[in-house]
């Protein structure tokens, strides 16, 4: 959590307001309405007022790890095609500018990132589960990305209330409310932390529907691509795919060329695709 930020707050909106704001924010149906594609400031701008005019608030939160005890190693699958170089090292990091043109998960056009999990079962799900049926002729890269020991790393675990009851992450989630309350509660009341809390398990769950891609995306880009030196490196969001058992991940190409080497890379085919329930 971003301290030196919270600090700033001369108020936050008791739990009702914030529950009343929500409600209204439930009844958009047409987030793409709010798409302004060749303008990213005027887009971010619209989006933000919107949040604040709503809930009264729009936080950013991150948190400083150690990539030395940082465990995670991280996976991204790409499929050939004609225009891969395979001898690159650029064709299995994030998408060249040029090329993102709209809104995904975790990004604007024109602002790319690296999506990528910190499992290889995740990653491939989320390429396969929706592409069926299965061409056993189609080659695969699965690239294998670590950070360098030894540096620090800001990250933003945006799982609030939007993982499977029995997700392992929610241990992640459970760390992530302590840090808010600790740094809140010198300054405001426990119904004005619950409203903090609320919102962001609000903006969470923007991540998990499909209608939301416009919505989830500048919450990412507000993180990511934020014009502070305390931005986001690494933001977490769950897996559609696996049901929100696990966990992906939305790079910033900075980050990636600065703090990160491409370990491995396994190429493959798949003869065949079978889902399956997590326990």
């Keep these: ?28 149906e047409k987030w793409d309405n709010y798409q ?50 395979p001898a690159l090292i650029s064709e299995y990091s ?55 020991e030894n540096i620090k790393v800001r990250i933003t675990p945006y799982l609030f209330g939007n993982l499977a009851q029995n997700s392992p992450y929610k241990l992640w989630t459970d760390s992530s409310y302590r840090q808010i309350e600790q740094l809140l509660k010198k300054d405001f009341n426990s119904d004005q932390i619950n409203g903090f809390k609320k919102v962001l398990e609000y903006l969470s769950n ?27 490196d690494l933001f977490v969001y769950p897996s559609i795919q696996t049901d929100q058992y696990s966990i992906n991940f939305a790079i910033h190409p900075n980050v990636v060329i600065e703090k990160m080497r491409l370990n491995r890379v396994i190429k493959f085919n798949i003869l065949n695709f079978i889902d399956f329930e997590h326990p």
Aim: overall charge positive; proline content about 6%.
């Design 1 to 28: 959590m971003k301290g030196e930020k919270l600090k700033l707050l001369k108020n936050l909106p008791s739990l009702d307001e914030v529950k009343r704001g929500i409600e209204e924010l439930v009844l958009i």
């Design 36 to 85: 302004i594609s060749k303008n990213p400031k005027e887009f971010n701008k619209r989006l933000h007022e919107l949040f604040v005019k709503k809930v009264g608030i729009f936080p950013i939160t991150s948190t400083s790890v150690d990539t030395t005890t940082f465990p995670f190693t991280f996976y991204r699958l790409r499929r050939f095609d004609d225009s891969m170089n």
């Design 94 to 148: 994030y998408p060249p500018n040029h090329l993102i043109n709209s809104y995904q998960r975790a990004n604007i056009p024109g602002n790319p990132v690296l999506y990528c999990s910190n499992d290889a079962s995740t990653t491939i799900f989320e390429v396969l589960k929706n592409s069926c049926p299965i061409n056993p002729e189609n080659t695969f890269f699965l690239s294998e990305w670590k950070f360098i």
């Design 206 to 232: 923007l991540f998990v529907y499909e209608n939301t891609y416009t919505a989830s995306s500048f919450i990412a880009h507000q993180h990511l691509y934020a014009d502070f030196s305390l931005r986001t």
